[in-house]
């Protein structure tokens, strides 16, 4: 039987969340199974209170059964990475998140993306300057204040996070270059992108991509349109589209929706595209932070807009809140298989009155997931290689 963890441990895991809540002044859902489980170390409590949180419905006793058995697993988990914690400001961990009851493999096939390949990447077709004389950046930053980051996303159970991290950026260019804030179709990138390059990868809809091949989708393909008039749908499989065009079955595995599910001329790029509702134009993309350097990319992110990163991730499954430190994940440009956004910096103060920089970052897993659907990093040792694929796009 797995070991349960320390009482003190679940009451810092639940009670952090509550007053995580109370901060942005939403209500929570059950106050008295939150406060019980505050309470209690019983794993069946602690399910209890996921599926309540997540509204999870299972297809049977048996799969309840197994999905228990799997989150009693990850219960032993998050307590062995919690102890690793070497600061106040370290990042939390537990079993609140929508990916309680998932096996590590099962997250990482549907949730996450192939990992990134540094051979054969397509070259920027701009280079991104600050300006001459800028001189030094604030302490803190965050494009959330400032009106350049859309609302949070849910991706759903597929790996389309590439086509969500590439549309926050241009979302963010566009509305720099003095547009109002529109949140664009990423079902767009995911039905039409069909991008692949001579070192056998590329843009494979739902089963992932890199959103530098999606900015060289968009300067080929003219512009993007909004979520209104393009809406996202492949998360919940609730459209079938076709494969785009130069799609690699090869590479990529199966089409969009499945081989079970046959596809649909009406949901596909084909029939929904229409360049007469084009928001923007994208007209060229710039590799950020050269050298590897968090100090010049603090300063492109300040002086640019939000930056679109491809990290690793494997451990975000189980986030809640806090600065992931270089101990939960790696550097290495090969293992990053998630796709997400940069919006902001700053740093945090910890009980010893050690302040540690961390980036801030929006996630596209819904805000039932991490602080309300963003997460940090910490700043300055390119955690999780942060600044290993940092991008940006330009828009006309």
């Known amino acids: 039987m797995a070991s349960r963890m320390a009482p003190s441990t679940f009451i810092l895991l ?21 406060v019980r489980a505050t309470q209690e170390t019983d794993p069946t409590l602690l399910f209890e209170a996921f599926v309540h949180r997540h509204g999870r419905v299972y297809s049977s006793h048996e799969e309840r059964k197994a999905r228990f058995a799997v989150f009693r697993e990850n219960l032993d988990k998050v307590g062995a990475m919690n102890n690793k914690r070497e600061s106040s400001t370290d990042a939390v961990f537990g079993v609140t998140g929508p990916f ?7 997250f990482r096939t549907k949730v996450l993306m192939g990992r990134l390949s540094e051979e054969g990447k397509p070259k920027p077709t701009h280079v991104v300057e600050n300006p001459v004389g800028a001189g030094s950046v604030p302490d803190a930053w965050e494009w959330n204040d400032h009106g350049a980051v859309t609302r949070v996303k849910q991706q759903g159970s597929v790996g389309s996070c590439w086509a969500f991290s590439a549309t926050g950026n241009v979302e963010g260019q566009n509305f720099l270059a003095g547009n109002d804030l529109v949140d664009l179709s990423v079902e767009q990138i995911v039905d039409c992108d069909g991008t692949m390059f001579q070192n056998d990868t590329g843009d494979c809809g739902p089963s992932g991509g890199y959103p530098s091949y999606a900015f060289d989708y968009l300067i080929r393909q003219g512009g993007i349109m909004s979520d209104k008039d393009y809406p996202y749908c ?7 589209p076709c494969a785009p065009d130069g799609y690699n079955k090869t590479i990529c595995g199966p089409p969009p929706g499945g081989w079970a599910h ?4 009406k949901d596909s790029c084909k029939a929904k595209l229409d360049p007469a509702k084009f928001v923007t134009k994208v007209v060229g993309w710039a590799q950020l932070a050269p050298g590897l350097n968090e100090t010049e990319m603090t300063s492109q992110l300040y002086h640019n807009g939000p930056i679109s990163i491809a990290i690793d991730a494997r451990t975000l499954q189980f986030y809640i809140f806090g600065i992931v430190s270089p101990l939960f994940c790696s550097s290495d440009p090969n293992k990053a298989d998630h796709a997400v956004l940069v919006t902001g910096y700053g740093t945090e103060e910890d009980m010893l009155l050690q302040e540690t920089p961390f980036w801030n970052v929006k996630n596209s897993w819904g805000e039932l997931w991490g602080h309300w659907g963003f997460f940090k990093l910490r700043r300055g040792t390119n955690t999780c290689g942060v600044a290993n694929h940092a991008t940006t796009s330009v828009v006309e």
Request: glycine share 8%; aromatic share 6%; proline share 5%.
């Open 100 to 106: 309680s009851d998932m096996t590590e493999l099962e």
């Open 234 to 240: 492949i998360g919940d499989f609730a459209c079938h």
């Open 262 to 265: 046959p596809c649909y001329a």
């Open 14 to 34: 639940i009670v952090s969340l509550m007053v995580s809540g109370l901060a942005h002044g939403q209500e929570l859902e059950e106050p008295s199974l939150v």
